[in-house]
């Protein structure tokens, strides 16, 4: 029996060792492919600024090539840029427009807010004022988090602050999926989806938010290696949502409960299937 487990383990062995050059080759192909997918969308631009002046320079790849940066860390900037910010934002859209069509009070408070703020909605302060829009969005990503959880390797031995040991080589794994629907961090009415949780006086809406700490929402990570990219993602996705909110109305095709999918970046099952209405008095 012994025998048999030790030379399977063996082969098991040889078996991982190709496995894993086969996945090194095809991982290698895949990043190839992916530098030059991007340094062609960077000729192009460049190409582009070479032969004419007009509409160029005003967007973030024609900001870093006037800078004169390098080409290869233009090419991994937009990279991360592409891979850690557009999965993740849509994510959380898409679960917000879910939401907020379940929830049409709450829909109509943010229709108010977004009318408020309408004339300048590119400008940034207009953006810093639709707090009841950043509190969706909050908690939105509480419930369903782009990340649902993630994990680190320990280099070295260590201890967590409760005294739990670590050895080199453990993987950790924190979870904002449970820890955003956990009681004891948010209360009894911790599966519901309500914004006003996010203000300093509850149930009010239009007052200051609460600073949360990154370490009970970790939705963005938290410590030395929290996201680069939150404030970013915060403006993008409040743009976004606010201008489609204000010109049109979104109804979901099917009424039961779509599908929370856990992967790299957590999705929606199959997407949200939906009708588009241009409302009556677009604000
Ligand atoms: C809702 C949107 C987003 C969520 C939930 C999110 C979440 C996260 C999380 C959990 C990490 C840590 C990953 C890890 O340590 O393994 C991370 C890292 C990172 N994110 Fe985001 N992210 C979002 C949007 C963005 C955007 C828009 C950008 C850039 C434009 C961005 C850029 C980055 C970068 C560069 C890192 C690596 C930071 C480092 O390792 O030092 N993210 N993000």
């Not at 849509?90 to 907020?100: H, I």
Request: hydrophobic share 40%; with cysteine; proline share 5%.
């Amino acid at each position: 029996m012994r025998q048999t487990w030790s030379s399977s383990f063996v082969i098991g062995l040889e078996g991982q060792e190709m496995a894993r050059s086969w996945i090194g080759e095809k991982v290698r192909d895949a990043v190839e492919e992916v530098h030059a997918y991007v340094e062609e969308i960077i000729r192009n631009r460049k190409k582009k600024m070479d032969e004419s002046q007009e509409n160029c320079g005003e967007d973030l790849l024609s900001r870093l090539i006037l800078a004169g940066c390098d080409e290869e860390v233009i090419r991994d900037m937009i990279i991360n840029f592409i891979m850690a910010g557009r999965d993740t934002t849509s994510a959380a859209m898409t679960w917000l427009f879910w939401l907020l069509s379940c929830h049409p009070v709450i829909e109509q408070e943010l229709l108010k807010e977004i009318q408020r703020n309408d004339k300048r909605l590119s400008d940034y302060e207009s953006l810093e004022g639709l707090k009841l829009l950043k509190a969706s969005l909050c908690e939105s990503m509480r419930l369903y988090p782009p990340v649902a959880w993630d994990s680190k390797h320990a280099m070295v031995d260590d201890m967590l602050p409760d005294g739990t040991l670590v050895q080199a080589g453990d993987r950790v794994t924190y979870f904002p999926y449970g820890m955003g629907r956990m009681e004891a961090l948010w209360g009894k009415d911790c599966i519901e989806f309500r914004p006003s949780r996010w203000f300093i006086e509850p149930s009010h809406q239009g007052g200051s938010l609460k600073k949360v700490s990154p370490y009970k929402f970790p939705v963005f990570q938290a410590g030395p290696r929290i996201c680069l990219g939150r404030d970013m993602a915060f403006i993008q996705m409040k743009y976004v949502v606010a201008s489609i909110l204000r010109q049109f109305e979104i109804k979901p095709i099917r009424s039961e409960k779509p599908i929370f999918v856990p992967l790299l970046t957590a999705h929606m099952a199959g997407g949200l299937k939906v009708l588009i209405k241009k409302r009556d008095h677009s604000i």
